[in-house]
């Protein structure tokens, strides 16, 4: 039962406690038609033992005269039979039934006259209800009996209760299907909260409505402050990352341009490179906010503007289809744009163009072509290097495109340097793909 779903539980629950109460409720009923039934019969039995003692003289005799004009009121029907015993005689219908229980002894003179009592016999047919009374007369108790064939009692129940067991079917299939539409219809919020609690894991959406049902309510303010708890701790983590970043790339960046690329301090300044980016990239890959959704086009207009600003000559042109978004961190994305676009416009001529494009389902492409002298296809892995560098300007410090990559393998995504159609270097971004937050 612990590994079943909640609906499967509740209306099990329902279908049990439904069956109870209508197996309780027939049963109920059933003893009611009963009574009312075996009412009824006795009632008849008492006006026959009523015509009986009217027969017997005080005497104690029994007045045959007086019984043979009341034998029509006696014949009730096949299987009515009626018996008389008297002190000095017995008298009734041939094939009188065998009572299960014993008639009693004869009462004492003070205790008569007695109700009728009820009795229960058998003959070849079936059961057989009867009725006894006693009365008095001068020469002792007479008791008088009458019984009914089971059937006048057993088929007008059975002709009840078939309807009725037909009714009690219906009303257990519209209980179910009543249970079933109700748990549907109460279950939906939770079913809804869940879909949303999934769109935070997807970073479809930050929050959950807390607008539920006031049982769910404390529920969704739990979960809310739970994203808000995780989402301050990503934020701190992702920023001690940034800082150790920006602390330590300058440096290390200008200790390695200042020795000799085959001297022994080289070696140590490549090691203290390998360790810092070994940590740095653990530290980021737990900081690395994986339900990121950020729409490409607003990070890029950003980055576009300022470098339209610094640099006039170059065009910059932005082809982004709207709405299309990428599971990376807004912060990430704007630093991995701007180092791409920034190469691009220093060594373009005249012209960056800047493009989106659906590669798969799940990934989207962003592809930043310039028309500048591009990089030779065997020196591209190279300049994938920390700290390497193709040209000798003064800009730049050969820790761009290596960020890039880490940061965008880090959301699972990937880096690719190519020709492109203007002539210079495309540098194409893999990134995984995001839907649409909803509106």
């Known amino acids: 039962m612990k590994r079943r779903s909640l609906r499967t539980r509740m209306l099990l629950l329902s279908g ?25 019969v006795d009632q008849r039995l008492d006006a026959q033992l009523a015509l009986l003692a009217s027969a017997v003289r005080a005497d ?15 014949a009730a029907g096949p299987g009515w039979r009626w018996r008389i015993e008297a002190p000095g005689e017995t008298l009734g219908s041939a094939d009188f039934p065998t009572l299960r229980a014993p ?19 058998e003959d070849a047919k079936g059961r057989v209800h009867a009725r006894q009374l006693v009365v008095t007369s ?20 059975r002709d009840a209760l078939v309807p009725l067991a037909s009714v009690i079917v219906a009303l257990a299939v519209i209980f179910a299907l009543a249970a079933w539409v109700q748990l549907r219809f109460a279950l939906r919020p939770l079913a809804a909260l869940v879909t949303q609690i999934g769109a935070i894991r997807r970073g479809e959406r930050e929050r959950v409505d807390e607008d539920q049902p006031t049982e769910l309510e404390p529920l ?3 979960l809310n402050a739970l994203a808000a708890s995780n989402a301050a701790t990503l934020a701190a983590a992702r920023q001690s990352a940034a800082n150790l970043a920006h602390a330590l790339k300058t440096p290390v960046a200008t200790l390695s341009l200042t020795v000799a690329p085959d001297s022994p301090a080289a070696a140590q300044v490549r090691r203290i490179e390998g360790v810092i980016r070994h940590t740095l990239a653990r530290a980021r890959a737990v900081a690395v906010n994986q ?9 890029a207009d950003d980055v576009a503007g300022v470098l339209r600003m610094l640099r006039p000559n170059v065009a910059i042109q932005l082809d982004v289809e709207p709405g299309t978004r990428v599971a990376i ?20 001529r005249t012209r960056v163009a800047f493009s989106t494009a659906m590669a798969t389902p799940g990934e989207i492409e962003i592809r930043i072509d310039d028309d500048g002298p591009g990089i030779p296809p065997e020196r591209r892995a190279q300049v994938l290097q920390p700290g390497v560098r193709l040209d000798e300007g003064p800009a730049g410090d050969g820790f761009g495109l290596p960020i890039v990559r880490d940061l965008l393998e880090l959301y699972g995504g990937r880096l690719d340097l190519g020709d492109s159609p203007l002539g210079g270097l495309r540098a194409t971004l893999k990134c995984p793909g995001n839907r649409p937050l909803p509106g």
């Open 16 to 40: 049990v406690v439904t069956l109870l109460a209508l197996a309780l409720a027939g049963w109920t009923m059933a003893g009611v038609l009963d009574r009312v039934v075996t009412g009824g």
């Open 60 to 74: 104690g005799s029994i007045d045959r005269t007086r019984l043979a004009a009341r034998q029509g009121s006696l």
């Open 103 to 121: 008639l009693p002894g004869p009462p004492d003179a003070g205790t008569l006259p007695l109700p009728p009592t009820p009795l229960e016999g």
């Open 138 to 157: 001068d020469a002792g108790p007479v008791t008088l009996i009458a019984s009914a064939p089971g059937r006048v009692i057993g088929r007008p129940i």
């Open 220 to 222: 969704a303010e739990e």
């Open 291 to 299: 339900r990121a959704s950020t729409e490409v086009a607003a990070i």
């Open 329 to 348: 961190d807004a912060h990430d994305l704007s630093e991995m744009l701007g180092n791409l676009l920034d190469n691009a416009a220093r060594h373009a």
